[in-house]
């Protein structure tokens, strides 16, 4: 996704209440919900032919609800979250209702933005697997952009349901305290061990290869560590995130500082719970070698 979320040629691309067949015995339907968040909206996967496993089926839409359902043609016996962000889960509970499917999510508790209202049914962890029909799901259990952030890993195709863990085009928002940098990479790195094919991100299109995708990402995020550690070496003294922000993002348009500054706050508390960086009173400064 090289253009921007709104433009005519994304737009076209990711219609709203179309059904797209990615292949792999995957479909894909995208929300109407674009934004800068977003992208050209959040993906909700339809996984597996005998029996299908509804994957973040998004915004709470009834248009959307109908899409899904016509879809799935009475197969649906899961519903599975990747994280219980606002834009991922509020449809589950309605789609469940429509088709006595379970839904399914971790357990780990939110501690910033949610679903308020997302109850699930049951709760899955690391190394769960999701089977019946001939669809095997393994359950990657990925915190960093949420506490209870999962990943599905189609064992007979190598497709990764990725959630947020990948933007197309882009890269996610670290927003603490739910989201948090450390974990973030790390849950990038247990990726790289993974057989993954293909990349299927809540936002954008197929990404592969996985191993160029996951590795760039995570260079990505260390240089924007180098940009924070080089901004406080050019302070020399406790510096504020207000004069932190446009230093650090300096290649980032301003009218999206107030979403890098989420970001640059993750990337703080990885260097303060590293020893590089003494937090006090809402000013950083970096500590000094001996």
Known sequence: MTAPWNSAAVREAFPPYTLRDLGQGV???????????????????????????????????????????????????????????????????????ATGARIYSHHAELQGARDADFTPDQLLDEGDVVEGDGLRLRVLYTPGHACNHLCYLNEATGDLIAGDQFMDGGTVVIAPPDGHMGDYLAS?????????????????????????????VIAHRLAREAKVIAGLEQFGEPATLDALLPVVYADVPAALHPLAARSLIAHLDKLVDDERVHHRDHHWTLIQPA
């Open 27 to 97: 479909q894909r339907i995208t929300a109407p919900n674009p934004g800068p968040l977003t992208g050209p909206g959040t993906n909700t996967y339809l996984v597996g032919e005998q029996a299908v496993a509804v994957i973040d089926p998004g915004v709470r839409d009834t248009r959307h609800l109908d899409t899904i359902l016509a879809a799935a043609e009475g197969r649906i016996r899961w519903i599975l979250l990747t994280h219980t962000h606002p834009d991922h889960s509020p449809g589950a509970r309605e789609l469940a209702e």
């Open 188 to 216: 990038l790195r247990r990726l790289r061990e993974e057989p993954i094919q293909r990349i299927l991100p809540a936002h954008g299109n197929p990404l592969s290869p996985p191993i160029d995708i996951i590795d760039g």
